[in-house]
């Protein structure tokens, strides 16, 4: 059976390690071994910012997917199949959608004369218009809007897990329904929200997108910066050194998420 | 949790709360999608919302002018080689790691799905690093080696979660009655798997022709992608051709997204 493997293996290992490997190659590279590229990203202070930026936004997108995605998930969780069904499409809809259709609509809909901005004016007049795009504003928008949807599939599925018996026993014994919540619903949900919040944070940090479309100058993230140093610098290995760290702390963070998921990257069931 | 009331028939706090909260998220989650179709309807090259006459203006534009058309065919032709080439590895690796036990079979599976943790950026530069020192950046053939790398993983996790609910004994009945490894392969399990591979191959099309980093990196200027040219746009200049490509694109992802919906709802009850 391990024949059906081998395809795959072999691919994965020409296009996607011999690649990764190339760029650690060339992170310590410049005629010969050296730590010039990585003794550069900590002597200047740009490099630091940029890391505070990403860990920053990542952090806030983060947060804030949490606050909006659990309500959703228990809000679905409570629903009949038949209507979670329904109103599962509404999370899965931005999931399938491209992120430039999304960071499109996003500039259309909170630029200076965006549509919301349009709105406030012409209650509040043209003193209340509220700078959302090109700043940090508008990056941490773009990203929740993209991680909602992986927050609440992660949380929707822990609770539904959860045996139903328990919240029962527990109100036959007179226990009421905020009790309830906070004494076994949410307690037992978070192994899925650890999950869903390490999830997001991995997938926030390698953001390109939408900082570089929703975000001003100085809220460029890491990926951006490597980007830069391709296009404009030419800086191959500042930008690998870059790429290295970037995965040096994605993969911190994968590997608490592994350990919540008791050993397994991706949940089995 | 499937009551959603308590017996009293009244519903309690939280829930009520977080009814409220979720019915706004719902609306923030779809207010991108909502707003775009109207502003595809504008008569103008510039943006009003709502658009003060309906007409099919920017859409004759996409179609007829400028060169969006050949952005979209080299899109379509790279998403489905795409796709049939995701198919062809990540199919036969679910069904190898399914259906062996091997030592280093943990590790090789954490191996073939890694690239889903890996940010995107760092496979993209890789790949502009790789291909470029064999001066095969900017063929199609990159592109599509690139989108495999992304779509793989995901191709053989459904098909991984797929074939958990094929009957093991139907496979064993067929090996009995004299059937080789790969007629069991072909006669029994892959057709219990359409369903699964039918999601699989929505998943690889969709991302392939949305995918904008590796594209990026690894296209040239004379090859852009639909995606890489509608970066440029909202990076550069906004067109608000981008309002019925939006719109087109929306339309194509819920249509996916409804498919997908109905696949997985028959499997749940079939």
Known sequence: MAVFLLPAVLFMGAVFLLPLLVVVYTSFSEGGFTLQHYRELVSRPL?????????????????LT?????????????????????????????????????SFAFTVLLGQNGILNSAIAAFLGDGAKVKLLFNRVGVVIGMTHFLLPFMVFTILASLLTQNPDLRRAAEIMGAGPLRIFSRITLPLSMPGVLAGV??????????????????????????NLVDFHVRETLD?????????CLIVLTAIFTLLLARVRGGQLVPSD | ?????????????????????AWAVYGFLVLPSLIIVPMSFGDKDEFQFPPQSLSLYLYEKYFFESNWMDATFESLKVAVATTVLSL???????????????????????????????????????????????HLTGTTLALVVGHTVLTLPFVIVTVLAGIRHVDRNLEVAATVM?????????????????????????????TSFDEVVVSYFIAHVQQQTLPVKMYSSIHWEISPVLAAISALLTALSLVTCLAVAAVQRDRQHG
């Open chain 1, 236 to 244: 191959w290995g500042v930008a690998s050194s870059l790429s290295v």
């Open chain 2, 1 to 21: 949790m499937a009551s959603s009331r308590t017996p009293a028939g009244r519903r309690s706090a939280p829930s009520r709360a977080a009814g409220f909260l």
């Open chain 2, 178 to 206: 004299g059937a080789s490894r790969w007629t069991v392969l072909r006669r029994v399990t892959l057709p219990l798997l359409r369903p699964t591979i039918l999601v699989a191959a929505l998943f690889s099309f969709l």
């Open chain 2, 88 to 134: 062809l590895l990540g199919v036969g690796a679910a069904y190898g790691l399914a259906r062996s036990d091997f030592r280093g079979r943990k590790f090789l599976t954490l191996f073939l799905l890694s690239p889903m943790f890996v940010p995107v950026i760092v496979i993209a530069l890789g790949l502009y690093l790789y291909l470029g020192s064999a």
């Open chain 1, 198 to 223: 390490l999830l997001c944070f991995i997938l926030s940090m390698g953001m390109f997108v939408t900082p570089a479309l929703l975000g001003g100058r100085t809220d460029i993230m890491m990926s």
């Open chain 1, 66 to 102: 949490l606050l909006l995605g659990f309500p959703v998930a228990y809000h679905l969780a409570r629903q009949s199949p038949r209507r979670r069904a329904f109103l599962i499409i509404f999370v899965m809809l931005p999931f399938w959608t491209s992120i430039l259709v999304k």
């Open chain 1, 47 to 63: 490099y630091l910012l940029v890391l505070k930026n990403t860990l920053e936004i990542s952090g806030l997108s983060t947060g």
